[in-house]
């Protein structure tokens, strides 16, 4: 299966309403026909940031995380 990765910035503005990519990034993530992975350097901006906005975003995030809609992918030290 193919696979998409995502960075912290499309995480944010998926769960932040306000974000100025919430729509696009919606739109996309929501249309990719592959799944979706990210990093834990990545998972923990993203957190933060939502954080920042309300615990309820970080909430989502974790739902789709624990309902492994979002695989987290290990980093091993080539990757780095």
């Known amino acids: 299966m193919r696979k998409t990765l995502v ?12 974000d100025r990519w919430h729509d696009t ?9 592959t799944q979706l992975h990210t990093t ?3 998972l923990t901006e993203a957190m933060y940031l939502l954080g920042r906005v309300t ?12 309902g492994g809609n979002l695989i987290l992918e290990d980093l091993a030290q ?3």
């Open 55 to 66: 615990p309820a975003c970080q909430g989502h995030l974790w739902t789709i995380i624990l």
């Open 40 to 42: 834990l350097p990545a």
């Open 25 to 33: 990034c919606r739109t996309v993530l929501r249309g990719l026909p």
């Open 78 to 80: 080539p990757d780095l």
């Open 7 to 18: 960075d912290a910035g499309p995480l944010v503005a998926v769960f932040n309403r306000k």
